[in-house]
Nanobody, 123 residues
Framework: VQLVESGGGSVQAGGSLRLSCAAS????????MGWFRQAPGKEREFVAA?????????YYVDFMNGRFTISRDNAKNSVYLQMISLKPEDTAVYYC????????????????WGQGTQVTVSS
């Protein structure tokens, strides 16, 4: 599966962005999907994940405090990350990832990755 992210950009603190990830192929609904991010000089870290099918199960990194919401639309082969109340520390390249295994927070569980989209939050 090929993944293409979009929706990144530059916003001021407190602003919002909605990231999108479009997947190729007919089997999108069989993949659990995740969002990760990587800030300069830091490891790539888990942000959120959503289960296969209807996406009834979701995981979020603890420190998000409800600011981010992951969702999917299988009819559009897409997964989204709605981000509100953005902070400068949210600045990073955000990556979409797919896995055929079960829903996971673990980077190595994901087999397919997009090229990333830059999110920059200024104070």
């Amino acid at each position: 599966v090929q993944l293409v992210e979009s929706g990144g950009g530059s916003v001021q603190a407190g602003g919002s962005l909605r990231l999108s990830c479009a997947a190729s192929g007919r089997t999108f609904s069989t993949y659990a999907m995740g969002w990760f991010r990587q800030a300069p000089g830091k490891e790539r870290e888990f942000v959120a994940a959503i289960s296969q099918g209807g996406g009834t199960s979701k995981y979020y990194v603890d420190f998000m405090n409800g600011r981010f919401t992951i969702s999917r639309d299988n009819a559009k082969n897409s997964v989204y990350l709605q981000m509100i109340s953005l902070k400068p520390e949210d600045t990073a390249v955000y990556y979409c990832a797919a896995t055929r295994s079960t829903l996971s927070r673990i980077r190595s569980q994901y087999n397919y990755w997009g090229q990333g989209t830059q999110v920059t939050v200024s104070s």
